[in-house]
């Protein structure tokens, strides 16, 4: 079993639908949670960080994290043609390294 | 601020083969990373080097893959020699320090197909 889980998908909505992703994971050391966007033939970049359970918010952008039931989430509202790419989840430790989730590709349709 | 570059973009080897890959980091970042994404995975780290020293090399197939960081700076990652299985993305990602908050930037990566 994986340490982190994440439906590839792929995810197809209409533009300016709300876009619901989400991770589980097992290792209850995690404690840093992100979300990076990669674009095809692209590097990942850093949308969202959150440390430990709670939520945040940036723009359209909206993270969750459930420690309890090991669970994370990313919402984009007002989604847009240009939100079409792969996200990935990732999460560690204190000090330890980045583990990622297989990542989701989202497509907003026009 | 420039991001981190790599090179080449792409690179298409026979097996057996052997090849390099450069990262340069942005300037000033103390911390350098090696990923491998293979097709519809996330990224696994490879190394993490702190300035000229290795901190993580555990998922580094020793007896084929090599990396250095000399003087601080730039990187190279080798493959000799290269399996059908090495075939994936090569990212290298840099950050300003290695603690928990730290953002990592990371390059266009380099892609690699063996045959």
């Known amino acids: 079993q994986k340490e982190v889980e994440q439906d590839p998908g792929p995810l197809s909505v209409p533009e300016g639908a709300i876009v619901s992703l989400n991770c589980t994971y097992s290792?209850?050391?995690?404690?840093?949670f992100m979300w990076y966007r990669q674009y095809s033939r692209k590097g990942p970049e850093l949308l969202m960080y959150?440390?430990?359970?709670g939520n945040k918010e940036d723009g359209r952008f909206t993270a969750q994290v459930d420690k309890s039931s090991k669970y994370i989430s990313l919402f984009i509202r007002d989604s847009q043609p240009s939100d079409s790419a792969t996200y990935l989840c990732a999460m560690r430790p204190a000090g330890n390294k980045l583990t990622f989730g297989g990542g989701t590709r989202v497509l907003v349709k026009p | 601020e420039a991001g981190v570059a790599q090179s080449p973009r792409y690179k298409i080897i026979e097996k057996r083969q052997s090849v390099a890959f450069w990262c340069n980091p942005i300037s000033g970042h103390a911390t350098l990373y090696w990923y491998q994404q293979i097709l519809g995975q996330g990224p696994k780290l490879l190394i993490q080097f702190q300035n000229n020293g290795v901190v993580d090399d555990s998922q580094l197939p020793k007896d084929r893959f090599s990396a250095e960081r000399l003087k601080g700076v730039d990187s190279t990652l080798k493959i000799q020699p290269a399996k059908l299985e090495d075939s994936a993305v090569y990212l290298c990602a840099s950050s300003l320090t290695p603690t928990g908050e730290e953002t990592q930037y990371f390059g266009p990566g380099t892609r690699l197909l063996v045959l």
């Open positions: 290792n209850s050391a995690f404690q840093y």
């Open positions: 959150t440390y430990s359970s």
